[in-house]
Every structure is written in structure tokens, then in C-alpha cells.
């Protein structure tokens, strides 16, 4: 069994749904995540408030349909995308929209499309935690990725359908 470096807990387009927001973020958390990023469409301040008081490194990038959050900048970490970052000596670019997904780092994550997607280009890890607000596919969505110590990724899909409250899991690893 491979030893895990870290946890990183992945989820985007939450919309205004703050009930499932809460839901995903604690179940990462209770699934050890050591931080969490968002990919965009927090939509509200009190989204933002739930990462900063998660007690893990939180980033986010500016969604689409979160205009209204553009006067938080400096006070939460949210940023215009792409934004670069690294954990440790992993790069990350992280955006909202599909558009800068050339490989230029080594984990590239992205929403928008409010479906999940994971693939590996080369090198380059690719990956759409899904929707947590489940608003076009019915079902909430995030991800856990976990980068063992001999930099090997596995890449772990939770999912739920918004009417039921167990969550099924489609792990891939690369």
C-alpha cells in the first residue's frame, strides 16, 4: 500500500446551494484532506466564510457567476484565473472555464461544465471535480486527490445523488 504525502480536496460550482457546500467540505475533510481549492461559482460570501473557517489552506479562483464576490479580493484567497500555486513542490494552475488547459504545471483543475473529468496528458494531471450544487446532472460531486510520496496521484470521484445521502466512490490512479 502506498504511503500518502497529501490529500487535497478538490470541488467547484457550488452556486447558492450552501447546504451541499458544507456537506462536500466536511466530508473532505473528514476524508483527511490537508487542503481544499475550489475551482469557481462559490456565488456568496458565506461560501468563502466556510472555507476560511475550515481550519486547512483553502484557494479558489473566480467563477463566472461570482461577480459579487470581486470586492472580497485580499480578504479571502480567491483570484482571477488562471492562477498558478504550488503545494509543496507540486505546480497547480487552477481556473474556472476550460480554457488555459495547456500543460504548463503539473495539476491543472478546472469547473465550469459541472462535470467530473480526470485524464493525464503526459505528465500533466487534468481534473473537473464535478458540481456540487447539482444543478445539471442531479448529483453532487467532488473529489479527493491523493499524491502518494513516490509522486504517484490517485484521483478519488465522490459522488451522491442529491436525494440520497451516501456517497459512492470511482477511484483512477495514475
Not at 473528514?30 to 466556510?50: Q, R, S, T, V, W
Not at 479558489?60 to 485580499?74: E, F
Not at 473537473?128 to 478519488?156: F, H, K, Q, W
Amino acid at each position: 500500500m502506498k504511503q500518502k504525502k497529501l490529500k487535497i480536496g478538490l470541488l467547484s460550482d457550488s452556486h447558492r446551494k450552501t447546504e451541499l457546500h458544507q456537506e462536500v467540505i466536511n466530508h473532505l475533510l473528514a476524508c483527511g484532506a490537508n487542503y481544499l481549492l475550489h475551482a469557481g461559482d462559490l456565488e456568496i460570501k458565506e461560501h468563502l466564510d466556510i472555507l476560511e473557517t475550515s481550519g486547512v489552506p483553502y484557494i479558489c479562483v473566480y467563477g463566472n457567476n461570482d461577480t459579487l464576490l470581486i470586492p472580497l479580493y485580499g480578504k479571502y484567497y480567491i483570484y482571477r484565473e488562471p492562477h498558478y500555486f504550488k503545494i509543496e513542490e507540486l505546480k497547480f494552475k487552477m481556473m474556472h472555464y476550460p480554457y488555459y488547459l495547456n500543460g504548463d504545471v503539473d495539476v491543472v483543475i478546472y469547473g465550469h461544465t459541472h462535470r467530473f473529468e480526470v485524464s493525464m496528458n503526459g505528465e500533466i494531471l487534468f481534473i473537473n471535480p464535478g458540481e456540487v450544487c447539482a444543478r445539471d446532472t442531479g448529483v453532487v460531486s467532488c473529489v479527493m486527490l491523493e499524491i502518494s510520496d513516490s509522486g504517484g496521484y490517485e484521483v478519488i470521484h465522490y459522488f451522491r445523488e442529491e436525494c440520497h445521502s451516501e456517497w459512492q466512490i470511482d477511484r483512477v490512479e495514475f
